[in-house]
C-alpha cells in the first residue's frame, strides 16, 4: 500500500499485481515492495521468486522493463538472479529501524536518473536481514561497473559489504534498495521527501524511452 501511494504522489497510476497471477496487466514499471513474504521463511525471498508473478516480472525485466526491489524485494530480485549477491542476517543479529542517509553513486539508472551523482538522501530503514554479502570478485566488478547505486554514510545499520546499500543489474533497469524509498515521499509521515526521486526517475526514464 506504500508504495503504491508513492507511485501515486510521483504522478502514476499504481497497479496492483498478485503473486498468484502471471499477468502484468500492461504496466510500464514494476516495484517489488518491502515486507515479510511468506513469513520470511527457509530465506528472506526464497519462496517468493517462485511466484507465478516473478516469472513474467523476470522475462520483462530481462527485456527492459524498470524494476524497483525495496527491502524484501531487494532480497526477492536476489534470488531471482535478477541481481547478484544475498541479502543475510544483520551482523549484528538486532533488526534496525532508523532514519538513514545514503549517498547515492549511480545515477544512470532507470530508478535515480533525477538525482545528482555523490548527493545524500535520508530515506529510512528497516530490516532484520538487510546484510548484502557477496564474493570479492562480484564486489570488485560491481565497484569497476559503477553499479553500486547507494551506499550507507554516518554508520552502516546492518553490515553490509562495502557499505552498500542498493544495487543494479548491468542494464541499469533493475534496482535494489534495502532502504524504504516509499516512506520518504511526505512531509506528514516521512523524515525527507527524497525517496520520490526514486518513483519520478522511472517516469522520467519511461518518457525518454523509445517507443
Known amino acids: 500500500g506504500d508504495a503504491a501511494r508513492a507511485v501515486r504522489i510521483a504522478g502514476a497510476e499504481p497497479v496492483r499485481l498478485w503473486h498468484g497471477d502471471p499477468a502484468l ?14 513469513g520470511d521463511y527457509l530465506r528472506c525471498g526464497a519462496i517468493a521468486r517462485f511466484a507465478p508473478v ?28 535478477l541481481l547478484p549477491g544475498a541479502l543475510t542476517r544483520n ?30 538522501v535520508l530515506i529510512p530503514v528497516k530490516n532484520g536481514e538487510g546484510c548484502y554479502v557477496a564474493d570479492p570478485v562480484t564486489l570488485d ?19 553490509s559489504q562495502r557499505d552498500i546499500a542498493a544495487i543494479t543489474n548491468e542494464a541499469g533497469n533493475v534496482v535494489g534498495i534495502m ?15 527524497d525517496g520520490l526521486g526514486f518513483f519520478t526517475s522511472v517516469l522520467k526514464h519511461l518518457v525518454g524511452a523509445p517507443a
Open 25 to 38: 496487466h500492461g504496466v510500464d514499471a514494476v516495484v517489488l515492495p518491502g515486507g515479510f513474504s511468506y
Open 54 to 81: 516473478m516469472e513474467s516480472i523476470v522475462d520483462a525485466a530481462r527485456g527492459g522493463m524498470p524494476v524497483l526491489g525495496i527491502c524484501n524485494g531487494f532480497q526477492i530480485l536476489c534470488e531471482a538472479h
Open 91 to 120: 551482523q549484528h543479529l538486532h533488526f534496525r529501524n532508523r532514519d538513514q542517509v545514503l549517498r547515492i553513486e549511480a545515477v544512470g539508472t532507470a530508478w535515480t536518473n533525477t538525482f545528482q551523482s555523490g548527493q545524500e
Open 141 to 159: 566488478r560491481l565497484e569497476a561497473e559503477g553499479r553500486v547505486v547507494a551506499r550507507y554514510i554516518g554508520g552502516n545499520p546492518n553490515g
Open 179 to 193: 532502504p524504504h524509498p516509499e516512506h520518504a515521499v511526505e512531509e506528514l509521515t516521512g523524515p525527507s521527501l
